[in-house]
């Protein structure tokens, strides 16, 4: 897993609109208008942050959604772990990798690729576990719509 995916992008998205916002409880109607997305969908990703114990929900009139934990300990790789489950090495799928030691099967062509991939998903790794929230919600205090896919 080198880039999270669209789920987990939303995750991303929304708790750094909850940690900008940090005095008011964040309804999934405002970060689905601002997402430009289906509130239906947003829903899941915040069931799937609630049930991770990074977000808490509040219902009524008030009600919304807000961070458990301080933005300033909470990492990007903890909202995608949250949402897509434990980061995976991309090569840990492979059918090329002898299962005893762990090692690409010997003078097969693709162990170049695999190296490649990765270094991509280390770095990818270590970035997501260093960037923080907080350091997210202060780089940019606006939500970016995103491009739909698919």
């Given amino acids: 897993m080198t880039s999270p995916n669209t789920a987990s992008r939303y995750g991303l998205y929304s708790v750094v ?3 900008s916002t940090p005095d008011e409880r964040v309804t999934a109607a405002r970060i ?3 997402l430009g997305i289906s509130e239906a969908h947003v829903k899941k990703v915040l069931q799937q942050l609630a049930r991770a114990r990074l977000i808490g929900a509040t219902r009524g009139a008030n009600g919304g959604y807000a961070l458990v934990r301080a933005a300033d300990e909470m990492t990007m ?6 949402i897509e489950g434990t980061w995976q090495s991309p090569c840990a799928a492979c059918d090329l990798i002898d299962a005893a ?3 690409c099967t010997p003078h097969h062509a693709a162990c170049g690729v695999h190296d490649v991939l990765a270094e991509l998903d280390r770095r990818a790794f270590y970035t997501m576990k260093s960037v923080t929230i907080s350091t997210l919600a202060r780089r940019g205090r606006r939500v970016v ?3 739909r896919v698919g």
């Fill in 32 to 34: 689905a208008a601002d």
């Fill in 17 to 19: 609109v909850m940690a």
């Fill in 77 to 82: 790789l903890d909202v995608v772990e949250a």
């Fill in 145 to 147: 719509r995103l491009p």
């Fill in 101 to 103: 030691d762990g090692s």
